[in-house]
């Protein structure tokens, strides 16, 4: 059984993000599942850092966005949005070339907040950093 308030279209989650950052450096959402969200991007000159590789900050991008995007098709946006409170993110091996994977999928879902954990596999399906991130869950005007 499917946990989101509604399933928009992959069509729709990418335009949503075409005109910020997940846009700019490539970023795609690439699957909704019942439970799950999927999104790649691309390891190129815009997510490299100096030394060739993919920077941290680009994973936690890639992160950040799974985990928001899920936590808002969670709730009612009618009466509720979300807003992220924490993440952290461990880097355990570099990429290169190639793209990325993430998998968002939720740890907790609450009343006041979610939490979230991201997977990041390389191009070969090898863990490359785990993340997760708190999400606080606000009522619209503040009730």
Known sequence: MAIWHTTPT?????????????GHIGLEITELGDDYLVGTLPVDRRTRQPFGILHGGASVVLAETLGSIGANLAVDTAKFY??????????????????VTGTARPV???RSSQVWEIRI???????NCISR?????VAHGGQ
């Open 82 to 99: 979300c807003v992220g409170q924490e993440i952290n993110a461990n880097h355990l091996r570099p990429v290169a070339e190639g793209e």
């Open 133 to 137: 991130i708190t999400m606080a869950v």
């Open 108 to 110: 907790h879902i609450g």
């Open 121 to 127: 596999t390389d191009p070969n399906g090898k863990l």
């Open 10 to 22: 992959l069509e729709q989650l990418n335009e949503s993000a075409a005109g910020c950052m997940p």
